[in-house]
């Protein structure tokens, strides 16, 4: 079992930054890929970024550029710092474990999630 707190949403202007942290207790979190994931009102849950267990990083597009996913193995904890926020950024953002030996961007793949932090960006 893995266990994942985010923290760090909250309201933000247009151009504005956040941080937003995943704290993991449980299993080996180096062993796990952790992924962020949001959802906005009315949509489907969307892939934002993982950082995989072999160190591989993958982003949507939309994020390229602004967002910057990192891990840090000894405080079980994985960070999405997230710069020049859009109001299309707004949504409640999740991180999820996923143990599998291959990093995936699909949510069904990922077998822990946390409880998820709002973000809401203004203009």
């Known amino acids: 079992q893995v266990q994942l707190v985010e923290s760090g949403g909250g309201l933000v202007q247009a151009g504005g930054s956040l941080r937003l942290s995943c704290a993991a207790s449980g299993r080996t979190f180096s062993d796990y890929t952790v992924g962020w994931f949001r959802q906005a009102p009315g949509k489907e849950r969307e892939f934002v970024a993982y950082f995989s267990w072999r160190g591989r990083i993958w982003y949507i597009d939309s994020v390229k550029g602004r967002f910057t996913i990192s891990r840090d193995n000894a405080k079980n904890t994985v960070y999405l710092q997230m710069n020049s926020l859009k109001p299309e950024d707004t949504a409640v953002y999740y991180c999820?474990?996923?143990?599998?030996?291959?990093?995936?961007?699909?949510?069904?793949?990922?077998?822990?999630w946390g409880q998820g932090t709002q973000v809401t960006v203004s203009s």
């Open positions: 999820a474990a996923d143990g599998a030996a291959y990093a995936s961007p699909n949510p069904g793949n990922y077998d822990y």
